[in-house]
């Protein structure tokens, strides 16, 4: 599986963002996806995931009720809509997959990795 996390940019305190995870390769819709970021001199944090079917989804708390995961299989595809966005929120965004239907907060669970896709917020 290839991960390719587009989307990102530069926007202003309180605005919105979608990041898009497109996938190539086998069959999406049988992978759990979970997003991560980096921010310069921090290490990799969990910031969501969702399960193959997309039933289920987590947070990290420092976007729960900002930030929404879904994925489109049809598509190939797995979002991350971000709301209300904050100058914390700057990094580099990162989708990773793993198989099977459960997602997790760890890195180390995920069998693959797209690059980046940098977010910057302004105040």
């Known amino acids: 599986v290839q991960l390719q996390a587009s989307g990102g940019g530069l926007v202003q305190a309180g605005g919105s963002l979608r990041l898009s995870c497109a996938a190539s390769?086998?069959?999406?819709?049988?992978?759990?996806v979970g997003w991560f970021r980096q921010s310069s001199g921090k290490e990799r944090e969990f910031v969501a995931r969702i399960s193959w079917s997309g039933e289920s989804t987590a947070y990290a708390d420092s976007v729960r009720g900002r930030s929404t995961v879904s994925r489109d299989n049809a598509k190939n595809t797995v979002y991350l809509q971000m709301n209300s966005l904050k100058p914390e929120d700057t990094a580099v965004y990162f989708c990773a997959a793993r198989a099977g239907s459960i997602g997790s907060a760890y890195q180390s669970a995920y069998d693959y990795w797209g690059q980046g896709t940098q977010v910057t917020v302004s105040s």
């Open positions: 390769g086998r069959s999406f819709g049988s992978y759990a």
